[in-house]
């Protein structure tokens, strides 16, 4: 029996020794998964270069006039506007506050007529004209309406006009039984006009190679820099009115050197855009290889 027994152990291991060997043989499975490749970024396309802005025409002037620069009609509309409606917009405040602003009113009159229809008419500009070295002049080198001057002076004061008149009879178009307030409405109507007439007169500017307004197109007005001639002598309050071009050209060097200041800084920042990131993208795609090659000696093999 004990030879038998023995036969049977020796035959039993014989045949769990292959299957222990087979199992030894299966080989396990991979654990380092290749990680994806990212996709290169696309390269930015190179920006278009700036084109400027091409030189006002001069056609239909007469000849040895230019169009006036944007900054010295800015400077000679802001003159204006605060000569003929300063006053006016203080005699307002104080007839809301309550109190009466007679002589305020009757002086802000005097101011817009002094320089809409006494000075034009003696020296052919208006005080914003002196101190921004520009005049208004027609095709035929004559001096316009000055009806035009009064109507290009006051187009932003009529837009304010119109918007308070909108805002104001919006909600009187009909009274408490329900009907129609025609006052409220023709008011209504009339300041949707003074607000459309200074949209309008902002559209010609813009679609006009001379800047010319809504009202310098009906006057075949334009507004050029003015040179004063060899042979022309000023006297009077046309000598005294020029001095105040003095305070125009300072203004007007502040507001040249601190476009190009704002342009310069413009240029630096699209050349700090536009200009390659070669040593981001080494950095990053040296980070990225490490990264790879530490996770797999991490892996179990």
Do not use: C
């Not at 620069?69 to 809301?96: D, E, P």
């Not at 229809?117 to 921004?132: D, E, H």
């Amino acid at each position: 029996m004990g030879l038998l027994d023995k036969a049977n152990t020796a035959g039993s291991e014989t045949k769990e020794a292959p299957k222990k060997a087979v199992a030894k043989a299966i080989p396990k499975k991979a654990t380092a998964v290749a990680k994806p490749v990212k996709a290169a970024k696309a390269e930015k396309t190179p920006r278009a270069p700036r084109v400027k802005k091409p030189k006002l025409s001069t056609a239909g002037l007469p000849e040895g006039y230019e169009i006036a620069t944007q900054n010295s009609r800015f400077l000679a509309w802001l003159m204006n506007f605060i000569w003929n409606f300063g006053v006016l917009f203080g005699a307002i405040f104080l007839s809301v506050m309550g109190s009466t602003p007679t002589i305020p009113a009757i002086g802000a009159l005097l101011m817009i007529i002094t320089n809409v229809f006494v000075i034009p008419i003696m020296t052919g500009r208006t005080l914003g004209n002196f101190m921004s070295r520009t005049r208004y002049i027609t095709s035929a080198d004559a001096k316009p309406n000055p009806l035009h001057g009064f109507l290009v002076n006051s187009v932003g004061l009529m837009a304010l006009v119109g918007l308070s008149l909108v805002i104001i009879n919006m909600g009187n178009l009909f009274d408490t039984a329900g009907k129609a307030n025609p006052v409220a409405i023709g008011l209504l109507v009339l300041g949707i006009i003074l607000f459309s007439i200074r949209i309008i007169d902002g559209r010609f500017k813009k679609n006009s190679d001379q800047n010319q307004g809504l009202y310098d197109m009906l006057f075949g007005a334009y507004l050029v820099k003015y040179v004063r001639a060899e042979d022309e002598e000023l006297s009077g309050i046309a000598l005294r009115l020029e001095s105040m071009a003095n305070f125009g050209d300072s203004f007007q060097k502040r507001q040249e050197k601190a476009a190009k200041r704002r342009a310069e800084k413009k240029e630096a920042a699209l050349a700090q855009e536009d200009s390659p990131k070669d040593a981001t993208k080494e950095t990053t795609t040296g980070k990225d290889d490490k990264k790879e090659e530490a996770s797999k000696e991490a892996s179990p093999q």
